[in-house]
Nanobody
Framework: QEQLVESGGGLVQAGGSLRLSCAASGRTFSSYVMGWFRQAPGKDREFVAA????????YYADSVKGRFTISRDNAKNTGYLQMNSLKPEDTAVYYCAALRRGTMGWAGSYDYWGQGTQVTVSS
């Protein structure tokens, strides 16, 4: 059983940066793929990025490629999403999630979810 808690959201101006963290409380975090999703008001939850268990492979949505960086520190049971060059369209609630097996880009594959953290980018 994994419990995930996100932090690091907030209000930032366009062009700014934020770093989200995802702290896991279980003892098997390192065996899961970790993903980040986001959901804006009135929109479906969308895939942002994912990282494999060892951190050697990363995957990004086209909309964030080159601006966002996903990483993890299994010794600390924590994952991160560094967000640079933020745009107003990045405004959403950001969720981290853990996946044992399945399709990384599909929210329905994930086994555990955090409660979300709000990111607001002003123009």
């Amino acid at each position: 059983q994994e419990q995930l808690v996100e932090s690091g959201g907030g209000l930032v101006q366009a062009g700014g940066s934020l770093r989200l963290s995802c702290a896991a409380s279980g003892r098997t975090f390192s065996s899961y793929v970790m993903g980040w999703f986001r959901q804006a008001p009135g929109k479906d939850r969308e895939f942002v990025a994912a990282i494999n268990w060892g951190g050697g492979s990363t995957y990004y949505a086209d909309s964030v490629k080159g601006r966002f960086t996903i990483s993890r520190d299994n010794a600390k049971n924590t994952g991160y999403l560094q967000m640079n060059s933020l745009k107003p369209e990045d405004t959403a609630v950001y969720y981290c999630a853990a996946l044992r097996r399945g399709t990384m880009g599909w929210a329905g594959s994930y086994d555990y979810w955090g409660q979300g953290t709000q990111v607001t980018v002003s123009s």
